[in-house]
């Protein structure tokens, strides 16, 4: 629907098109009833909001509550031009669909990989298994509470960085567009094979590039992320200890575009974060993954370039992400 144009529609309304028309038709109506679906989820918390000030707004749906909030603001003639706190019906509608939608999916193909991933390199796997065994040493807890979020995620700082080295390893998006609003210009730098930076091999020279308004810019994600000034000179390998931080070393968070960045960033991140290491850790605790028995007998860059292989659909999707699992 979002890369459709709204006369192709409305033209199919009007004339059937073989093939075209019943798969136009389809997505319309599929478009409509989320639509219904999330305007009435958002009336319902106007309705909260507006009724004493708020004060019998449900304290849950705290996403959903600043959302309509931020709309609230423009309804209200509050908006700016650089006010990042509020929201038009089109944006608020976009966000809700990319949290509903698009979140889920993209933290099941992070998962996927984490898992394929997981197996190819046992070592790092034991170190997240010996993690979480130490949260929970008698087994995976049978009942959740509100508290133990707060005392559980704060001690899964391995498994964490798996999960974020997995999207720098294996971004699920390839590409992030911006356009250019004002004219500007960037500081950045260029890089030679001169040798000049012995521990890089790389000649790196700081230079600008101007920008005008109106101008379309692709970041390239993959190449920010194997990018070996920010990560170091094994950007190649996957190695969570990128994400650790210590006395001597902070992780390059400008140089992280698994979410995007800035203003406009992805706004499922922190329930994709928590979703999917939530997952991992869990299943890490019950289950040891290994690479599946067909694929034994080759080599190690044979089976990684199998588990990895992946196809760009809304996201890069994993195509041959299986692994057997093995109680332990």
């Known amino acids: 629907r979002a890369i459709i144009p709204d006369w192709m529609f409305s033209l199919t309304n009007r004339v ?48 959903l509550r600043n959302l309509v909030q931020a709309n609230m603001n423009v309804d209200e003639g509050n908006r700016s031009e650089n006010d990042k706190y509020s929201l038009t019906d089109r944006e608020l509608l976009s966000n809700i669909f990319v949290y509903s939608n698009l979140t889920p999916e993209t933290t099941a193909d992070v998962v996927s990989f984490t898992c394929a991933l997981l197996a190819l390199y046992p070592e790092i796997q034991q170190k997240v298994f010996e993690e ?26 391995y498994t964490t960085a798996v999960f974020y080295e997995t999207i720098r390893f294996q971004p699920i998006v390839s590409r992030l567009g911006r356009k250019v609003l004002k004219d500007t210009t960037l500081k950045t730098y260029c890089f030679t094979e001169k040798g ?33 000034v920010y990560w170091g000179p094994n950007v190649d390998e996957f190695d969570p200890e990128h994400f650790i931080d210590n006395d ?18 992805c706004i499922g991140q922190k329930f994709a974060i928590v979703e999917g290491v939530c997952i991992l850790s869990k299943l890490i605790r019950k289950y040891e993954i290994l690479i599946p028995a067909d694929l034994k007998d080759r080599t190690f860059e044979e089976q990684k370039a199998y588990l990895l292989k992946w196809r760009p659909l809304v996201s890069n999707a994993p195509v041959n992400s299986r692994v057997c699992l093995r109680p332990r």
């Open 16 to 63: 059937y098109i073989p093939f075209i028309s019943p798969y136009l038709r389809k997505t319309l109506k599929a478009y409509n009833k989320l639509e219904a679906i999330s305007m009435e989820a958002v009336s319902r918390m106007r309705a909260d909001l507006l009724q004493d000030g708020g004060q019998k707004a449900p304290k849950g749906g705290a996403l």
């Open 132 to 157: 979480v065994l130490v949260l929970w040493p008698k087994g995976l807890p049978t009942h959740g509470e509100e508290k133990e979020y707060k005392q559980c995620f704060s001690k899964l700082t």
């Open 196 to 228: 000049a930076s012995p521990d890089l091999g790389l000649d790196i020279e700081p230079m600008t590039i101007p920008l005008k308004a109106g101008s379309e810019v692709i970041i390239d994600v993959h190449g920010v992320h194997r990018n070996p």
């Open 248 to 265: 001597t070393y902070r992780w390059p968070r400008d140089a992280f575009l698994g979410f995007s960045t800035g203003h406009r960033n």
